[in-house]
């Protein structure tokens, strides 16, 4: 009672293998809904100030070996200041830029030289001196020199992967709306 096996390789020479076929256009669009991109000069701080980013856009980048253009459509673009938590918020939100649109598009063709177009419709700032302090913050925060990094957060970093006690760790972050400060030890 034997059995036979049927086995079949085959194999390919160099003018039998399938092309590779190279596609001359090419296109992608990308759709972003209501996204809250955040600016804040302290995370460790729940009522931090903070500069909040609001917009929808659609962006269409089409092009084939020679030429390419990239259009954008950004609508109701808005920038409010504010505390950094969405809880904290509440009657403490200034408007800096009204509800905007603005249209992109940039367009290589061949060797010549990229052609960008901007437009916005209407453009209103709201500039006092909470949203200039407000500004001021969170740029000193991202440009921080050297010199002003205190010797223990630099020392930190040592001790970082260090087993720590969890139950005398304050996380903000982690709590939930609507605890109270107060909490029974």
């Not at 929808?56 to 505390?83: F, S």
């Not at 437009?119 to 440009?143: D, E, H, Q, W």
């Not at 990094?149 to 996380?171: G, Q, R, Y």
Request: charged fraction near 25%.
């Amino acid at each position: 009672t034997g059995t036979a096996v049927e086995t079949s390789v085959q194999t390919w020479t160099a003018k039998e293998e399938v092309p590779v076929q190279e596609s001359d256009k090419w296109e992608i669009n990308i759709i972003i809904k209501n996204p809250e991109i955040v600016f804040v000069a302290d995370m460790t701080r729940s009522d931090a100030p903070a500069l909040v980013l609001t917009t929808q856009c659609e962006i269409c980048w089409k092009g084939d070996l020679e030429n390419n253009t990239m259009t954008a459509a950004i609508k109701d673009l808005q920038v409010r200041a504010c505390p950094f938590l969405p809880v904290k918020r509440k009657g403490k939100i200034t408007t800096v830029l009204q509800p905007c649109d603005l249209f992109y598009q940039a367009t290589q063709i061949s060797t010549d030289p990229q052609v960008i177009d901007i437009s916005v419709k209407s453009l209103t700032l709201k500039v006092s001196p909470v949203i200039i302090n407000t500004v001021i913050t969170i740029t000193s925060a991202l440009y921080t020199s050297k010199d002003t990094i205190p010797p223990e957060t630099t020392s930190s970093a040592a001790h970082l992967w260090e087993k720590k006690d969890t139950k005398n760790l304050k996380m903000w972050f982690l709590e939930e709306p609507n605890e109270t400060e107060n909490k029974a030890p």
